[in-house]
């Protein structure tokens, strides 16, 4: 889970100076930025769940992985004649037309998506559910770690990283809220009593924190062409003399 990078608000705002019997009076106000997401995500309670879910979990989550495989195997040759083109990719308007024209092909690939997603489905739920088990123990940790973090350090007002446009980045105190929820939960279980369901709340999360993930990765890819760029152009890196 990467550090958020986007502008945040001020450090402090300093309230106008009130005059009382001759004398002046200045209450600073301490603002900070808390991202409860990355705070919660980045938890070592969490890190160490999911693994403990691959672990358990991974014969299904194998099962899946080639499902997946499977199902994109499967729809490959089908989508490849709705490719009129042939340009390696169905657009949007050969998906129309093909829709239009009640290609069978169509029909096949969406028999073929709803079959595969419910087996993938029932075989990722558990490692699921148990992430989100672990995930809602922690969430219930964010709100003292909070606390304790704006009592220690005087804070009057925290904001989310939404609401700011620019701050100084010793204003976001993210990281010490996550060291925070480390020292109350060091580990948390993943076993899942019966019936439990998670909350709507938890279940938001989860998708958020996935979606960070996501993009994440998709950034780490997109950098990396750049980075091997050099080394293309063959231009080794010498030392100075």
């Known amino acids: 889970m990467t550090n958020l990078k986007t502008a945040l608000l001020a450090a402090a705002f300093i309230a106008p100076v009130a005059l009382v019997a001759g004398s002046a009076q200045a209450q600073a106000v301490s603002v900070a ?3 409860a997401p990355s705070a919660i995500g980045n938890a070592k309670a969490l890190a160490a769940a999911n693994q403990q879910i691959e672990a358990t979990y991974k014969p299904q989550l194998d099962q899946a992985s080639a499902r997946n495989v499977a199902l994109r195997k499967e729809i490959e040759p089908l989508l490849t004649a709705l490719d009129t083109n042939k340009d390696g990719q ?3 308007a050969e998906l129309e037309a093909a829709k239009a ?3 069978p092909e169509i029909a096949r690939i969406e028999t073929a998506q709803k079959t595969a997603n419910a087996q993938i489905a029932q075989l990722t739920t558990p490692a699921i559910l148990a992430q989100a088990y672990a995930l809602e123990s922690i ?6 770690a909070l606390e304790a973090v704006t009592t220690s350090r005087k804070i009057g007002l925290v904001v989310s990283p939404e609401s700011v446009v620019f701050s100084a980045p010793a204003a976001d105190i993210t990281t010490a809220v996550t060291a925070e929820i480390d020292r109350a939960l060091p580990t948390t279980s993943i076993t899942v009593p019966a019936g439990w369901r998670p909350s709507r709340q938890t279940v938001q999360l989860q998708q958020q924190l996935q ?3 996501q993009a994440a990765a998709q950034r780490a890819q997109a950098q990396a062409p750049q980075a091997a760029a050099p080394a293309a152009g063959g231009k080794p890196a010498t030392s100075g003399r």
Do not use: F, I, L
């Open 90 to 92: 169905v657009s949007d």
């Open 33 to 35: 930025v808390a991202d």
């Open 211 to 213: 979606q960070m993930q």
């Open 101 to 103: 024209a009640k290609r």
């Open 139 to 144: 969430t219930m940790k964010y709100g003292a």
